[in-house]
T-cell receptor, first 114, second 106 residues
Framework: DTGVSQDPRHKITKRGQNVTFRCDPISEHNRLYWYRQTLGQGPEFLTYFQNEAQLEKSRLLSDRFSAERPKGSFSTLEIQRTEQGDSAMYLC????????????FGQGTRLTVV | AQRVTQPEKLLSVFKGAPVELKCNYSYSGSPELFWYVQYSRQRLQLLLRHISRESIKGFTADLNKGETSFHLKKPFAQEEDSAMYYCVTGFQKLVFGTGTRLLVSP
């Protein structure tokens, strides 16, 4: 499968623990996005990178959240001191930088905070 | 801010019936608009984009700037069209609507 891959697919953690998710984009894509999706809602934008530069962060991304893309390839999203409200599906997508270009999504990481 | 509104959470039709999934956008200037679809147990994928004026799987979507709408239409629904459909806008980043679940019954 040469599409966007995310790891892990599922994560159950206790409240207060830190978690880290990984996203491997399609190799020639230099844009990478993170979204969060809760039940009954569409995906909500969290942040995006162009190469290794983080160009925009949503206000949804509190200081407990941090995302990196150190070499402009894979990206990690870390949540510190998880809360029950962080339970959601975390989606990663990648694309070329052109306007109107298609974003390719991974299958997501489902986080459950107990 | 760019925003799209999908007023229907669920649209249920019979096979062969026409389908229209509504989407209204709020954006000044020329909007970038897409429809993304998520079939059961599959990842989100692009269905079509307004700039291409294409028909994909029998679906079309016309941009109506006067009504600020980008409704998705198909004249004859098929069971395999059952899925979650998202109207999406965005330039640098994609902004999703809340989605409409289409259920096509035999």
């Amino acid at each position: 499968d040469t599409g966007v891959s995310q790891d892990p697919r599922h994560k159950i953690t206790k409240r207060g623990q830190n978690v880290t998710f990984r996203c491997d984009p399609i190799s020639e894509h230099n844009r990478l996005y993170w979204y969060r999706q809760t039940l009954g809602q569409g995906p909500e934008f969290l942040t995006y990178f162009q190469n290794e530069a983080q160009l925009e962060k949503s206000r949804l991304l509190s200081d407990r959240f941090s995302a990196e893309r150190p070499k402009g390839s894979f990206s990690t999203l870390e949540i510190q001191r998880t809360e029950q409200g962080d339970s959601a599906m975390y989606l990663c997508a990648s694309s070329l930088p052109a306007v109107n270009t298609e974003a390719f999504f991974g299958q997501g990481t489902r986080l459950t905070v107990v | 801010a760019q925003r799209v509104t999908q007023p229907e959470k669920l649209l249920s039709v019979f096979k062969g019936a026409p389908v229209e999934l509504k989407c209204n956008y709020s954006y000044s200037g020329s909007p970038e608009l897409f429809w993304y679809v998520q079939y059961s147990r599959q990842r989100l994928q692009l269905l079509l984009r307004h700039i291409s004026r294409e028909s994909i799987k029998g679906f079309t979507a016309d941009l109506n700037k006067g009504e600020t709408s980008f409704h998705l239409k198909k004249p004859f629904a098929q069971e395999e069209d059952s899925a979650m459909y998202y109207c999406v806008t965005g330039f640098q980043k994609l902004v999703f609507g809340t989605g409409t679940r289409l259920l096509v019954s035999p």
